[in-house]
Structures are given as structure tokens and as C-alpha cells.
């Protein structure tokens, strides 16, 4: 008996598709991630800090961290010197 490796899986992705919608989420929230983690590895830095280099309102670049830090990409360093914020750095999983 021949069996075709790789039959199932052809036949599934064949018969499900993803939402274009997802997908361009997806690499949105990849490029966020690489540009945030870019902009890490020069030192660490503030929600606000952040927002400015990236160029994002502070609540998207809040999300994209919150996403990161739940993953285990960055940490939570010291807290600022007004008491608002707290800065962020790229655990050893990055470097």
C-alpha cells in the first residue's frame, strides 16, 4: 500500500481557511513586536517613551507590551522618578 505523507494535513488546509482579517492582525502585531523589541535593546524605557519612538498612541503600545511581558519577552524594571510609570526591559529570553 502507498500512503502519501503530508495527505492530511494538504487536505485540511485545503478545506480550512483563515480570515484575511486575522491574518493581517497577525503580522501587525508581529511587526508592533519586533519594532518594540528593536527599541528595548537600546535600554529600557517607559510606556510613554516607548509610544513616542514607535510612533503609537500609548494604549496600542501598552496592548503590544502587556502581550509581550505575558509571553515572557520583557519585564518590569524600576519605576520612574514621578512614581507613573514603570520601565521595561527584554528578559534573557531575547538577548
Given at each position: ?60 503600545c501598552m496592548y503590544q507590551l502587556m502581550s509581550l511581558l505575558k509571553y515572557g519577552f520583557v ?21
Amino acid at each position: 500500500m502507498n500512503v502519501e505523507k503530508g495527505k492530511t494535513v494538504k487536505f485540511l488546509k485545503e478545506k480550512m481557511t483563515v480570515d484575511k482579517e486575522v491574518i493581517n492582525n497577525l503580522k501587525s502585531f508581529n511587526k508592533s513586536k519586533k519594532a518594540i523589541i528593536n527599541s528595548l535593546k537600546e535600554g529600557s524605557k517607559t510606556v510613554p517613551q516607548l509610544a513616542k519612538d514607535l510612533n503609537i498612541s500609548t494604549q496600542d503600545c501598552m496592548y503590544q507590551l502587556m502581550s509581550l511581558l505575558k509571553y515572557g519577552f520583557v519585564k518590569t524594571g524600576e519605576i520612574d522618578d514621578m512614581d507613573e510609570y514603570f520601565y521595561y526591559e527584554l528578559t534573557e529570553k531575547i538577548r
